[in-house]
């Protein structure tokens, strides 16, 4: 029920929350113009990211919580929001996109990949609001794209917890290195 982190990325990656989960720049960013007369991160050359200070533990959710983001998708592939590590066991949670796909990922055990996939296009060229949600207490995990729920595949099974991953959180890849490629 509490906003962790806000990062609208027109010109820095400053949580806008004022919580401190301060976006570290990494790699040459650029910025372009965005929605509402705003510039923003331009995800595109393939080196370029965010690291999320979370020294503190905001993003180590262990049971409901969303992950919403604004996409404007150029090339099909690639991690939105992440929190997660394939190495030594410590998954965590992730919003993706595929080709053809979004991907709300989570792990209840750091080994276990639960995740929700809905077939959408993705790069349109068109700003999408893409929401994932993990509710223990159904429990299930859901998405929601422009403000209304979007039916897809479950794969594995929502338990009441989630693995409390030591994973880096990240906007625009994953550990994996797997970029993403938008704004």
């Not at 533990?57 to 592939?77: H, I, K, M």
Request: charged letters at 15%; hydrophobic letters at 30%; glycine letters at 14%.
């Amino acid at each position: 029920s509490d906003l962790m982190g806000l990062w609208h990325l027109n010109g820095n990656g400053n949580d806008s929350r004022g919580r401190e989960n301060q976006g570290i720049e990494t790699g040459t960013i650029e910025y372009s113009a965005c929605l509402w007369g705003t510039t923003c991160f331009d995800y595109g050359s393939g080196n370029e990211y965010y690291i999320v200070d979370n020294s503190n533990s905001d993003f180590n959710f262990t049971s409901d919580f969303s992950v919403s983001a604004w996409v404007n998708v150029d090339v099909e592939g690639g991690y939105i929001f992440a929190k997660d590590s394939a190495a030594g066991g410590d998954r965590g949670y992730y919003l993706a996109t595929g080709v053809g796909y979004y991907r709300f990922f989570a792990s209840d055990a750091g080994t276990n990949l639960v995740h929700y996939t809905v077939s959408h296009e993705v790069d349109d060229g068109l700003w999408q609001h893409i929401i994932g949600v993990y509710d223990s207490s159904v429990p299930e995990m859901r998405m929601y794209v422009d403000g209304s729920r979007a039916y897809g595949t479950q794969i594995g099974t929502v338990t009441s917890s989630i693995h409390n991953s030591n994973a880096v959180t990240y906007i625009g890849r994953t550990t994996s290195g797997a970029q993403y490629n938008g704004k």
